[in-house]
């Protein structure tokens, strides 16, 4: 089957840093990507990941490790607009088809 | 900005019609997608579609189809619609290929009520 495990919540505190797991097994792999979505809104695209290594996006930072079948979203300066769900999800093909984590829901407290 | 715009924000159905969800992208992309939305299950692919008149199921296709007759525009269908298909809808749409590492663009989403 296919899957992807990522944490169902995580809170962190105005400043700080926070990391977001995301592990995946996927019949097909081309990339990872990320997703914002706050609540009552549509998702919106963060980063792609293609390649092993960091990709950075001004407070955001994106990684992966094909090998371990592994990424994580980095996000820094945490801000509390930065409150939403994160999701990561997999370039199944070089198609463009998605699939999805099942989100992980960012609290960012005073 | 690219825009995807789906016809409804909120819908209410009874149990038995047949519902049309349209969505429509100002981009020029070839990709078109139907997700649902579910607290604690993700996003979860419907159906999707690659060209005009072609369609690929996702991994929970039952109870609905796909139109696409023009490249901009991409239906779903729930032909008798049921309780437990109440759920949020979300049209996306992306290029093809490599060009699709640019991300996909949501619509802001339908969300549906089956009574």
């Known amino acids: 089957g296919q899957s992807l495990e990522q944490p169902s919540e995580v809170t962190a505190v105005e400043g700080a840093i926070v990391q977001i797991n995301c592990t995946y097994q996927?019949?097909?792999?081309?990339?990872l990507s990320w997703y914002q979505q706050h609540d009552g809104g549509a998702p919106t695209f963060l980063s792609y990941?293609?390649?092993?290594g960091l990709e950075e996006t001004g407070r955001f930072s994106s990684f992966l490790s094909r090998s371990d079948s592994y990424g994580y979203l980095l996000l820094q300066e945490l801000q509390m607009k930065d409150s939403a769900s994160y999701f990561c999800a997999v370039n199944s093909n070089q198609g463009g088809k998605l699939i999805f984590g099942q989100g992980t829901e960012l609290s960012v407290k005073p | 900005d690219v825009k995807v715009t789906q016809s409804s924000r909120y819908l209410v159905k009874r149990t038995g019609e047949k519902v049309f969800l349209e969505c429509v992208q100002d981009m020029d992309h070839e990709n078109m997608f139907w997700y649902r939305q579910d607290p604690g299950l993700g996003l979860r692919l419907i159906y999707f579609?690659?060209?005009?008149?072609?369609?690929e199921k996702g991994d929970i296709p039952e109870g609905y189809s796909v139109s696409r007759e023009k490249k901009e525009r991409f239906s779903l269908i729930l032909e008798s619609a049921s309780t437990n298909q109440t759920s949020m809808y979300l049209c996306?749409?992306?290029?093809?290929?490599?060009?699709?590492?640019?991300?996909?663009?949501f619509g802001s989403g339908t969300r549906l009520t089956v009574v």
């Open positions: 996306a749409s992306s290029f093809v290929g490599q060009r699709s590492n640019y991300g996909y663009t």
């Open positions: 579609s690659y060209d005009v008149k072609m369609k």
């Open positions: 990941n293609g390649l092993d």
């Open positions: 996927t019949s097909g792999f081309y990339g």
